[in-house]
């Protein structure tokens, strides 16, 4: 299914999105997905053992600004795909489930723009979210029980903008950091389930497993949930 150029698709709040096994929502043209906190939009699969590829936002497509929100995103290959040079100058997700996802095997396209992914649950996802050069705002959402679920490309000491997060449980490494040059990458006022440091860097795939990628440093633990 596919969204042409010019064209709206507004989601209403209650909606039901089902997905055939392996096929897409594609976005040329304009997306409207916001629900209600009462009312949230369901976008999954028609059958859950052979899921939907999901979300699809194409190159050419027509907007400066995407918005996610209220909406229970399950049981779908990925999260979202979208190609590197997607022209969009915006995308905010916020105030949604993402669960039980499994891309099985293949990695997400994502966040290759000015992000901001607030207040959204990631539950028992395995996939992987892709984070380019233009770093994302991650604050203020629920990680648990997800396997592998960031890939970090980045050069240069920085912040990730990924703080005030709840981080428990995950799976394998739960964000994985490539180049970087040994730099230095900042997780601060984050909730890891525990405040072990030894625990906390299980978390990483960074200068602690390989001393070519950069290290996780996450500075002002947080002792509870945010």
Same mark, same amino acid.
């Given at each position: ?92 997700? &916020? ?8 891309? *099985?095997?293949?990695?997400?396209? /994502?966040?290759?723009? !000015? =992000? #901001? ?43 990730? &903008? ?8 995950? *799976?394998?490494?739960?964000?994985? /950091?490539?180049?970087? !040059? =040994? #730099? ?43």
């Amino acid at each position: 299914t596919r969204v042409i150029e010019g064209v709206t698709l507004q989601v209403k709040p209650g909606t039901i999105i089902q997905l055939y096994p392996g096929k897409s929502l594609e976005i040329r043209g304009i997306l409207k997905m916001i629900g209600k906190p009462d009312s949230l939009i369901t976008f999954t699969s028609n059958d859950v053992a052979n899921p939907g590829a999901g979300l699809l936002f194409s190159n050419n497509i027509t907007t400066d600004t995407i918005t996610i929100s209220y909406v229970n995103y399950h049981h779908l290959r990925n999260i979202i795909s979208a190609p590197n040079n997607i022209n969009v100058s915006r995308i905010d997700i &916020n105030n949604s489930i993402f669960s039980a996802t499994n891309s *099985q095997g293949q990695s997400m396209m /994502f966040i290759e723009w !000015n =992000a #901001s992914i607030s207040r959204c649950n990631f539950l028992y996802n395995n996939c992987e979210m892709i984070l380019g050069n233009y770093t994302p705002k991650i604050s203020e959402n629920l990680f648990f029980h997800n396997y592998s679920l960031f890939r970090y490309y980045k050069y240069g000491n920085d912040s990730l &903008n990924f703080f005030d997060n709840t981080v428990i449980a995950n *799976q394998d490494y739960f964000i994985s /950091f490539w180049g970087g !040059n =040994a #730099s230095l990458a900042y997780l601060p006022n984050n909730y890891w389930g525990t405040t072990n440091e030894d625990d906390i860097k299980k978390n990483f795939y960074d200068f602690n497993v390989d001393a070519t990628l950069r290290l996780a440093v996450f500075t002002l633990i947080l002792t509870r949930p945010s």
